[in-house]
């Protein structure tokens, strides 16, 4: 597979999408409480995480901008 390389613009592009996609959709009534005892939700910078590695297991960004990007959500 020939690499490609990932522009400024690609990247925010991609990240436009991710931001997007986890963007709230209105709902008209309020989200029910979670029960009692129920595990806590994950963060969400690991849903972002997954994504990165999911394009860079696909060869859409090279491991150099998924680790960038992951300091950069780790606030490292």
Same mark, same amino acid.
């Given at each position: 597979?020939e690499?490609? #390389?990932?522009?400024?613009?690609?990247?925010?592009?991609i990240? @436009? !999408?991710?931001?997007?996609?986890?963007?709230?959709?209105?709902?008209?009534?309020?989200?029910?409480?979670p029960?009692?005892?129920?595990?806590p939700? #994950?963060p969400?910078?690991?849903g972002?995480?997954?994504k990165? @590695? !999911?394009l860079?297991?696909?060869?859409i960004i090279?491991?150099?901008?998924?680790?960038?990007?992951?300091k950069?959500l780790?606030?490292?």
């Amino acid at each position: 597979m020939e690499e490609q #390389e990932i522009t400024d613009q690609d990247m925010t592009t991609i990240e @436009a !999408g991710m931001v997007k996609e986890q963007a709230p959709q209105p709902s008209r009534a309020p989200p029910a409480a979670p029960p009692p005892g129920a595990v806590p939700a #994950e963060p969400s910078y690991i849903g972002e995480l997954e994504k990165l @590695a !999911g394009l860079r297991d696909k060869g859409i960004i090279t491991e150099e901008e998924f680790q960038a990007k992951k300091k950069q959500l780790l606030g490292l």
